[in-house]
Nanobody
């Protein structure tokens, strides 16, 4: 069984930066692909980024490319999403998920965290 916990969400101003974390306490997160997804009220859940289990392959949504960076520290069972140049449209609940393929499709992931709120507003 794999349980994921997101943290780091906050209210930030446009142009600000934030780092989200996705971690497990006991399971070996390094055995899984990890993806980040977000969902705003009234909108469909969308894939943001994913990283392969070994960290050598990453994917990003076009809307965040160049602004967000995904990374992982398997020894710490933690995956990070560094966000910069944040825009109001980045607002939403951010979820991390574990799966077996690095794609930005929610159906490719079987384990999900509880989510952390990110609000970008002036």
């Amino acid at each position: 069984q794999l349980q994921l916990v997101e943290s780091g969400g906050a209210l930030v101003q446009p142009g600000g930066s934030l780092r989200l974390s996705c971690a497990t306490s006991r399971a070996t997160l390094g055995n899984y692909v990890v993806g980040w997804f977000r969902q705003a009220p009234g909108k469909e859940r969308e894939g943001v980024s994913c990283v392969a289990s070994w960290g050598g392959r990453t994917n990003y949504a076009d809307s965040v490319k160049g602004r967000f960076t995904i990374s992982r520290d398997n020894a710490k069972n933690t995956v990070y999403l560094e966000m910069s140049s944040l825009k109001p449209e980045d607002t939403g609940v951010y979820y991390c998920a574990a799966g077996i393929v690095c794609r930005l499709r929610a159906t490719d992931y079987g384990y999900w965290g509880q989510g952390t709120q990110v609000t970008v507003s002036s």
